[in-house]
């Protein structure tokens, strides 16, 4: 009988050295070093581990199965409780790369359906995990659910696992101090909010295989300096870079037929941006405060403005509007106080509506339109600006050209032919049927 309590003791001591649970320090303490844990069965953290350790260890590797039992801990050692209540947790660095997500174990988080499902960051597992500076994640991850690391505002440095197909909704939703991120190339659309308010983020590799980016997706990212879109997306949500103000160029894919409300409000660094000849539609406050931009040339595909879309553009001087164009709504270019210049090419005045220009330099600004349209403009809400002038339109709006064409003929903006370049905007017509403005010194 003592022979076999003994070994007993001495198996059960053996067993805790293999797990590699090692507690030194003192009760009142910090465990700065990594404390590494092989879990034999998910959620069996919290006995591994025990209440009077769980706020001092700063370190954690875990090894095998975890569950929702032990994301549970895992949330009240890293800062934050059950029901969303800040904790004593000091966890900073998380490291499972050796462990696997597996379903069971109850919710971790109450009331949001934060149950674990077998290789899936689930909804709000880190929400609110505040300590949290690094984390590496399981290779088998495939998805990241709804606001998993929201408000984890400490997390630094994070690698995503290249079998990650989807990102939720508000998944790292004021994870202010990330500062970088690699999406993997398997990623097809990021939700709505997915980014927000990630301040310190000043670069994102967004994978080729991305087709949409969901409403407010990057709001508030101001430090954000550079983005690559890819040439697959079709869409841009409502708000999706609104805020982005470190933003100062862009270029839109070709594939991209519309742009949400306030997708690219008050970024106020952006001084150009490129929009693809497939747009139809620049929705409402699409570019409201965007005060750095100077000049804007809407493709020829494009037939609505919406409502605000350029409000308050104070920097825009030059602005060119397409001859498909049949509808400016309310405000839409209100305050844009810079404009010194408005080619207008609809033959048939676009439907206006209230105080589309007010705010505008009614003297500084002059509007060219189509010859033979000037009384038809000057009766219109074109006529706020005193001066409009008319000039030769015709294909003005088709802008390529081909290195083996040949000039045919050359305008001035107010539809005189010129002889030759002449000092100012010229408009030159090529053998291809193209034509191009060109800024003569």
């Given at each position: 009988m003592r022979a076999f309590t003994f070994k007993g003791l001495f198996l059960t001591a053996v067993f805790m050295l293999l797990g590699c649970l090692t507690i030194q320090a003192a009760d009142d303490d910090l465990i700065t070093k990594q404390i590494t844990i092989k879990l034999d069965k998910a959620g069996t953290l919290p006995d591994r581990i025990g209440s009077s350790r769980k706020y001092?260890?700063?370190?954690?590797?875990?090894?095998?199965?975890?569950?929702?039992?032990d994301f549970r801990m895992i949330r009240e050692m890293a800062g934050s409780d059950y029901y969303g209540g800040s904790t004593e947790g000091n966890l900073s660095v998380l490291d499972l790369s050796e462990a696997k997500i597996v379903i069971g174990g109850g919710d971790c988080f109450n009331g949001y359906s934060c149950y674990t499902s077998n290789d899936v960051i689930g909804n709000r597992a880190f929400s609110g995990c505040s300590r949290l500076t690094s984390l590496t994640l399981p290779a088998s991850i495939?998805?990241?659910?709804?606001?998993?690391?929201?408000c984890c505002s400490g997390l630094t440095s994070l690698t995503l696992p290249a079998g990650i197909t989807e990102i939720g909704y508000g998944a790292f939703w004021g994870c202010s101090g990330l500062t970088s991120l690699n999406l993997p190339a398997g990623i097809t659309s990021i939700g709505d909010d997915a980014f927000y308010g990630c301040s310190g983020?000043?670069?994102?590799?967004?994978?080729?295989?991305?087709?949409?980016?969901?409403?407010?997706?990057?709001?508030?990212?101001?430090?954000?300096?550079?983005?690559?879109?890819?040439?697959?997306?079709?869409?841009?949500?409502?708000?999706?870079?609104?805020?982005c103000s470190g933003l100062t160029s862009l270029n839109l894919p070709a594939g991209i037929t519309e742009i949400g409300g306030?997708?690219?409000?008050?970024?106020?660094?952006l001084t150009s941006i490129n929009l693809p000849a497939g747009i139809t539609s620049i929705g409402e406050y699409a570019f409201y405060g965007c005060s750095g931009l100077t000049s804007v040339t809407l493709p020829a595909g494009i037939t609505e403005i919406g409502e605000c879309a350029f409000?308050?553009?104070?920097?825009?001087?030059?602005?060119t509007l397409p001859a498909g164009l049949t509808q400016i709504d309310d405000y839409a270019f209100s305050e844009c106080s810079g404009l010194t210049s408005m080619y207008v090419y609809a033959e048939k005045v676009p439907k206006i509506g209230e105080d589309v220009f007010t705010g505008c330099?009614?003297?500084?600004?002059?509007?060219?339109?189509?010859?033979?349209?000037?009384?038809?403009?000057r009766s219109s809400e074109f006529g706020y600006f005193e001066n409009i002038v008319e000039f030769e339109a015709t294909g003005i709006d088709k802008t390529t050209t081909s290195t083996d064409v040949k000039e045919v003929s050359r305008y001035s903006v107010n539809g005189?032919?010129?002889v030759g370049p002449t000092k100012g905007l010229n408009i030159v017509k090529y053998s291809d049927g193209s034509v191009k403005k060109v800024a003569v010194r």
């Open positions: 001092q260890i700063t370190n954690l590797k875990l090894v095998g199965e975890i569950n929702g039992t495939t998805r990241i659910g709804d606001d998993a690391f929201c983020l000043t670069s994102i590799t967004l994978p080729a295989g991305i087709t949409e980016i969901g409403g407010s997706a990057f709001n508030g990212c101001s430090r954000l300096t550079s983005l690559t879109l890819p040439a697959g997306i079709t869409s841009i949500g409502g708000g999706a870079f609104y805020g306030g997708a690219f409000g008050f970024c106020s660094g409000y308050g553009c104070s920097g825009l001087t030059s602005l330099d009614a003297k500084k600004c002059t509007v060219y339109v189509p010859k033979g349209t000037y009384a038809d403009y005189q032919r010129l």
